[in-house]
């Protein structure tokens, strides 16, 4: 009787001490975000100016961020996507990001100059 109670209660303790470690990076929800940078970069230098907005989310998948605005007749879409690392704050934050810029639909270029040039006006 003594040896059961033992080997039960080694076999509870055993259990309780062994568990399951679940580590996630807290970047968006996102378990390789060194990976999706290098591929989001890639896959930027790729693009071909004049791409379609759709040809472009189908390759490299939904933004870290979006907005849309008009400019007198012109649609302004900017999709940023993360491509360098800023801050180990588990959150991925527009600096973070390389900003692809869309009029009417179409691939006119990427980066924060255009970004800046676009919003002068």
């Not at 975000?33 to 472009?56: A, F, H, K």
């Not at 527009?94 to 002068?120: M, Q, Y």
Request: charged share 25%; proline share 2%; glycine share 8%.
């Amino acid at each position: 009787m003594k040896t059961l109670l033992i080997i039960i209660i080694s076999t509870s303790l055993f259990s309780s001490l062994s568990s399951c470690v679940i580590v996630a990076d807290g970047h968006d929800g996102r378990e390789n975000w060194r990976e999706e940078q290098s591929t989001n970069r890639e896959q930027i230098n790729g693009l071909e100016l004049q791409s379609s907005r759709s040809m472009v989310t189908e390759r490299l998948g939904p933004p870290s961020f979006s907005e849309a605005f008009t400019v007198g007749d012109n649609e302004y879409r900017i999709l940023s996507y993360r491509t360098q690392h800023a801050h180990s704050d588990g959150m991925t934050s527009k600096d973070e990001t390389t900003p692809l810029v869309f009029k009417n639909g179409r691939l006119i270029g990427w980066g924060e100059g255009l970004v800046a040039s676009i919003r002068e006006f």
